[in-house]
């Protein structure tokens, strides 16, 4: 019975490293970004920015219903951290994006104490961001500027069952709406899923031709200095791959947690990094 016992102990053991092995180590099947996909991408990104540009509430609190708004300021301002996820119809219907998934969140946080010239300048000090953002952010640069216009690079790395890292190019997009108020818009432009980081043998696999864990990244950022603080408002729209059939174990988890997280990661190391 000891040897059966010890037998069966061994099999559970190597069953378990085998699992661990298979969830760190395998990739799922390559996915290909499709042009029907980018397509749908843009369009659905087209109906949310006229719905952005229609003149509608500043902060998305505010376009809550009167008790609920006062309530939500509130809590905000105490500290909570607010994240909600966003469906974008139109007509009724939702977009479809074949081939991919969408995933839209929105998210609010306060600071006390600071202005917006503060909140702008550290979402526009590129350089540091590796050092601010990590480790999400491994690496940044800024690649050029004109006015406030930037360009950037960005390598993230992102950890959910498996660890995916991917070069990133971005145009920034800065405005002053007015003295108290001021927003932003920042597209990737290219995404480079990268193969054995920071080895000798590290190579950056086809754009749009990988493991389709992040094909696009799109985030609206909103600042108002109100309350003696500044309230700051981030919008993300990333584009990934569908779920494989018998893949959904691997995948699942990174596509449909992984955008939640990261935003809730930026808002909160925002905050605590501007907090005086």
């Given at each position: ?76 301002r105490r500290g909570a951290l607010l994240i909600e996820r966003v469906t974008t ?188």
């Amino acid at each position: 019975m000891k040897t059966r016992h010890a037998y069966c102990e061994r099999c559970l053991v190597a069953s378990v490293a085998a699992a661990v092995f298979v969830s760190t180590a395998v990739p799922a099947t390559p996915a290909e970004l499709q042009a029907r996909t980018v397509a749908a991408f843009d369009h659905y990104v087209q109906v949310v920015e006229i719905r952005m540009s229609a003149g509608g509430p500043f902060l998305w609190v505010d376009g809550l219903p009167e008790p609920e708004q006062g309530a939500r300021r509130n809590e905000v301002r105490r500290g909570a951290l607010l994240i909600e996820r966003v469906t974008t119809r139109e007509g009724g219907k939702d977009i479809t994006i074949p081939d991919g998934l969408v995933h839209h969140w929105i998210g609010l946080a306060f600071v006390p104490g600071i202005t917006i010239d503060a909140a702008l300048a550290l979402l526009q000090d590129y350089d540091r961001h590796a050092e601010i953002y990590r480790p999400v952010v491994a690496r940044s640069k800024l690649l050029a500027r004109n006015g406030d216009m930037f360009r950037v690079y960005l390598r993230f790395s992102m950890k959910k069952v498996i660890t995916v890292v991917v070069n990133s190019e971005h145009d920034a997009y800065f405005s002053r709406d007015g003295p108290d108020r001021a927003h932003s818009r920042i597209y990737s432009t290219r995404i480079a899923e990268v193969e054995a980081p920071d080895t000798p043998s590290e190579r950056e696999k086809p754009v749009g031709r990988d493991g389709g864990y992040l094909w696009r990244l799109y985030t609206y950022w909103r600042f108002l200095e109100r309350d003696g603080g500044v309230y700051v408002q981030c919008e993300s729209i990333t584009l990934t791959r569908g779920i494989p059939a018998g893949f959904g174990w691997l995948i699942r988890p990174f596509v449909t947690e992984i955008p939640r997280e990261s935003l809730e990661f930026t808002l909160t190391t925002t905050r605590k990094t501007l907090a005086p």
